[in-house]
T-cell receptor
């Protein structure tokens, strides 16, 4: 079974703080993704990575950065948290070959910025 | 730009009352259509991938079908434990990323 884990289920941070969200997958997947999910807006892609040290912007990268130093680990960084970054953050991973592009998700981190 | 539209937004069924959820898409070069189930406060759980028109996949009370413009998730004789949000996503061209719809929130009551 694919296992994607995220460092925290719930997180409360203050405006202006630097926030790190970490994701680890155990399936040797090449691709890793960070999404945020908000009511009525669905899942929106923030950044993704198709290899170690490689990254691409998604649909809403502003205010975020990412780091992938090891294949199994993908970090999302909020450089200076703001209240409009309060959201559910979901990490996912997938293979990058053949037809198997289905993404497997972690349990999510509910981030509240006050 | 790839677009995925799911309908209805919400659906309430009685136990045993079969129905279908719709996912219509506009993409350039479909390379896969994916269905997920998401329970409140949890990450989406992968259900099916469909690749070409006419393809069908089944799992317990769920059956997914695909045409050139839309996909249906048929739920036969649903039970309360089928209550969840069902998400549809597409992959287009050579992209690794998926484009998601906003989901259908299904509630099955006794």
């Amino acid at each position: 079974d694919v296992k994607v884990t995220q460092s925290s289920r719930y997180l409360v941070k203050r405006t202006g703080e630097k926030v790190f969200l970490e994701c680890v997958q155990d399936m040797d997947h090449e691709n890793m993704f960070w999404y945020r999910q908000d009511p009525g807006l669905g899942l929106r892609l923030i950044y993704f990575s198709y290899d170690v040290k490689m990254k691409e912007k998604g649909d809403i990268p502003e205010g975020y950065s990412v780091s992938r130093e090891k294949k199994e680990r993908f970090s999302l960084i909020l450089e200076s948290a703001s209240t409009n970054q309060t959201s559910m953050y979901l990490c996912a991973s997938s293979y990058n070959l053949g037809r198997s592009y289905e993404q497997y998700f972690g349990p999510g981190t509910r981030l509240t910025v006050t | 730009e790839d677009q995925v539209t799911q309908s209805p937004e919400a659906l309430r069924l009685q136990e045993g009352e079969s129905s279908s959820l719709n996912c219509s898409y506009t993409v350039s070069g479909l390379r896969g259509l994916f269905w997920y189930r998401q329970d409140p406060g949890k990450g989406p759980e992968f259900l099916f991938t469909l690749y070409s028109a006419g393809e069908e996949k089944e799992k317990e009370r769920l059956k997914a079908t695909l045409t050139k413009k839309e996909s249906f998730l048929h739920i036969t004789a649903p039970k309360p434990e089928d209550s969840a949000t069902y998400l549809c996503a597409v992959r287009a061209g050579t992209a690794s990323k998926l484009t998601f719809g906003t989901g259908t929130r299904l509630q099955v009551t006794l």
